[in-house]
């Protein structure tokens, strides 16, 4: 059984910074592809950025230059670095993590204020 923790949500003015972890743990063989999708209240869950395991790494064009995702293999851990957030970022950020099949985190929630 795999698990995803997440954490580093919260409330955050216009302009600020949160750094979101995403910690797999369980029994494994090898984590493929980690990301982050968002959703906003009466909006579709949309993909916010995704890492493969050779730590490319893809971006929704929203967050490109302001969003950095990395990853620790040796920890089992990804993480969104985001930076200048704006009040649109407000949304529940789910990571996920493509395994043997997909699986989701909890989901942490981001708002920021304007």
């Known amino acids: 059984q795999v698990q995803l923790v997440e954490s580093g949500g919260g409330l955050v003015q216009a302009g600020g910074s949160l750094r979101l972890s995403c910690a797999a743990s369980g029994s494994m063989f090898r984590i493929n592809a980690m990301g982050w999708y968002r959703q906003a209240p009466g909006k579709q869950r949309e993909l916010v950025a995704v890492?493969?395991?050779?730590?490319?790494?893809n971006y929704a064009d929203s967050v490109k230059g302001r969003f950095t995702i990395s990853r620790d293999n040796a920890k089992n851990t990804a993480y969104l670095q985001m930076n200048s957030l704006k009040p649109e970022d407000t949304a529940v950020y789910y990571c996920?993590?493509?395994?043997?099949?997909?699986?989701w985190g909890q989901g942490t929630q981001v708002t920021v204020s304007s």
């Open positions: 996920y993590a493509a395994i043997a099949r997909i699986y």
């Open positions: 890492i493969s395991s050779g730590d490319s790494t």
